[in-house]
């Protein structure tokens, strides 16, 4: 597989445990929504430092990468041979109005994201998991985006605890 993406995708890639993929997007789905959901409204607009996203925009940034990645797989899943754009996290977690949303509403958008981008991969024709395209000037496959999917929320899952100092 390491053949399938190239550059910083692999910071994600590589965190990923062996396994089904799908079983492992709603298995950690679930484990982020358990661990997050308990969270006080000052708990979860806590920033470890002024110029930090506080969790509830961390949220929203993992299901608006997601809804980009989904994007992508579909794309070339569908052997489009079109060269996607990169996009800015930043403008859109600027943009996003995160800061104005509760917790729980942010994480219901993310588990809408989540069962889509599950329909779509688990409906994948076999042949198309290794199809592959360009995005941000990086090319791979629908196989790495999957997984790049898990590995972006398991990055920020392990920010939670580390950064953020969220027992759990």
Do not use: C
Not at 3 to 32: K, S
Request: charged share 20%.
């Amino acid at each position: 597989m390491p053949d399938e993406y190239q550059g910083a995708f692999a910071t994600y890639v590589n965190r990923v445990p062996a396994g089904n993929i799908i079983h492992i997007l709603q298995a950690q789905f679930d484990a982020t929504r358990e661990l997050l959901a308990p969270l006080t409204a000052e708990q979860a607009t806590h920033r470890p430092k002024p110029d930090d996203w506080n969790m509830v925009q961390v949220v929203g940034h993992i299901a608006d990468t997601e809804r980009v990645f989904a994007y992508r797989a579909l794309r070339f899943a569908r052997n489009d041979p079109t060269p996607l754009p990169g996009f800015d996290q930043d403008l859109f977690v600027n943009n996003a109005g995160f800061e104005g949303r509760e917790l729980a509403s942010v994480l219901a958008e993310f588990g809408v994201v989540r069962t889509a981008t599950l329909a779509l991969l688990s409906n994948l024709p076999e042949a198309a998991w290794l199809r592959r395209g360009l995005a941000s000037d990086n090319t791979m496959s629908v196989r790495a985006l999957a997984y790049a999917i898990a590995g972006h929320e398991l990055h920020h899952v392990t920010d939670f605890h580390e950064r953020y100092e969220l027992a759990g």
